[in-house]
T-cell receptor, first 109, second 113 residues
Framework: KNEVEQSPQNLTAQEGEFITINCSYSVGISALHWLQQHPGGGIVSLFMLSSGKKKHGRLIATINIQEKHSSLHITASHPRDSAVYICAVFPNTGNQFYFGTGTSLTVIP | NAGVMQNPRHLVRRRGQEARLRCSPMKGHSHVYWYRQLPEEGLKFMVYLQKENIIDESGMPKERFSAEFPKEGPSILRIQQVVRGDSAAYFC???????????FGPGTRLTVL
């Protein structure tokens, strides 16, 4: 059983499209991160959320603590957004993150 | 303030050799976490260390793997007698105090021939 489920697993979009990636989790958490990983590259934390909504440029992340659900939105997608996006949750108890398996996004020019 | 540093970035070993992966946390961070990302799989927690102490090693294989974070110097993840199944990307993250805020390093990609 995976504590974190992401959907979709793979996503292909045309440049300019609005993109949504979803994350559901089953444990009580103190924080949720959205991470970005380019092929062969390192991991960058895009957002850390504990409630509400955050925006950074074309990226928006929301979280609903009661429903144990978070979404990552990309507006006006661009080929450079092509990457794997990973949802990670930090439970209220414990010392470790639980990770989703990632959503592989490809944005076609 | 330099970010989390890992070296080497790429490491090739033959079966049976030892692999040593280093992680230098961000300045002022005393908590280090190691994660493994197997090919086509998600990230998995391995071990959480504070200076000179292992806090949680519940994700670390019981044999061949060890980790340390000495008082001086980087954290080391050591894999003895590597096998092909150890081929993966190993990521280190560090945090100041709150474990839910972690900064990731660029990773070390280990290939076992």
């Amino acid at each position: 059983k995976n504590e974190v489920e992401q959907s979709p697993q793979n996503l292909t979009a045309q440049e300019g499209e609005f993109i949504t990636i979803n994350c559901s989790y089953s444990v009580g958490i103190s924080a949720l991160h959205w991470l970005q990983q380019h092929p062969g590259g390192g991991i960058v934390s895009l957002f850390m959320l504990s409630s509400g909504k955050k925006k950074h440029g074309r990226l928006i992340a929301t979280i609903n603590i009661q429903e144990k659900h978070s979404s990552l939105h990309i507006t006006a997608s661009h080929p450079r957004d092509s990457a794997v996006y990973i949802c990670a949750v930090f439970p209220n108890t414990g010392n470790q993150f639980y990770f989703g398996t990632g959503t592989s996004l490809t944005v076609i020019p | 303030n330099a970010g989390v540093m890992q070296n080497p970035r790429h490491l090739v070993r033959r079966r049976g050799q030892e692999a040593r992966l280093r992680c230098s946390p961000m300045k002022g961070h005393s908590h280090v976490y190691w994660y493994r990302q197997l090919p086509e799989e998600g990230l998995k927690f391995m071990v959480y260390l504070q200076k000179e102490n292992i806090i949680d090693e519940s994700g670390m294989p019981k044999e061949r793997f060890s980790a340390e974070f000495p008082k001086e110097g980087p954290s080391i993840l050591r894999i003895q007698q590597v096998v092909r199944g150890d081929s993966a990307a190993y990521f280190c993250a560090s945090s100041p105090q709150n474990a839910d805020t972690q900064y990731f390093g660029p990773g070390t990609r280990l290939t076992v021939l």
